[in-house]
Structure formats: C-alpha cells, structure tokens
C-alpha cells in the first residue's frame, strides 16, 4: 500500500504534493520497513495482522533506535496511519487498527529574548554586512511576531500606509 501511495504521489509532483513531501513518504516507509525488520524479522507483513500496539512499538523504535523527537515521530506516524487509511479505502482492510490512537503530546520550550538582550543585539556592530543584515531580519521578526518564511515573503506590495502617515 505503501508502494501504490507513493508511485501515485510520484506522478503528482508539481501538481498536488512537492518533491518535499515526496520524500518524507519515501523515508516513512523506509523507516516502517527498518521497524519491521527489527520487531518481527520479516521484510513485510500482513495489513490485517498489524494492530494498536504496532504504532506503540513504532513510536518506541524511532524514539530509541534512530534518536527521533516525539513530533518527529509524530509526523511519520501521521504518514502511516495515512497508509493504513487509503488501505481501508481501498478495500484492503476492513477496520482501523489505529482508530483509537492518540498522538503523544510534545513541548516546546521556546526562549524569549529579554528587553536588554534585544536592544544589545540591535546595537552590535557586525563586522561583515551580511551578518548586519540577518541581524535586522530577526529584530524585525521580533518586533512584527512574524516568522522566518513569512518575513523572507514580504514584498514591497505587502507595504502598506499606516493611520500614522508611516509605511
């Protein structure tokens, strides 16, 4: 199922999916095909023989044997259980054996600059422009609360007069 999913997204590069999310399937299933290896010794197994405890065991493989982060591991879960759901589409399972699966929750510590952080990086005196130059894309990032890829995005259209007079 695996296979027939990824030769169909293959064809739908450029027009539905990107090259990107192309390949992140292709390692989802490299990485389910490793698992199975190491969980049962085989090379494949039956849909119908795979059950609940086979996302556990999975969450448990990528954690321990490839040093994955829980969202991460999320993610290549989430492609999986996308596999097991076209299968059911398809006719070639009859229940989800995932239907009661819950995604482990993960945190992310985010760390704030402090004001005095802040104004010392907007003063310092970069030797190469360059490096000038990214500074002022993540004050600016930090001011307006706008990420990196919406930042780099920004074109002079997106430039607007504001009630102050001010651009």
Known sequence: VFELHNSKMNKLIGKEYT?????KFIEAKKHTGNFIKFRFGK???LLESIKMNFLKDFDFYLKLELGHKQITINKSIQRVRKIIKLALAEGYLQKD???????KR???KVVFLSNEELNA???YQFAQKRLAQVRDMFVFCCYTGLAYAEMSNLSKEHLVIGFDGNT
């Open 121 to 123: 990086l907007e003063k």
């Open 43 to 45: 090379s494949d197994i």
């Open 19 to 23: 090259n990107s999310t192309y390949r």
């Open 97 to 103: 054996p995932f239907i009661l699966y819950k995604p």
């Open 106 to 108: 993960y945190t992310t």
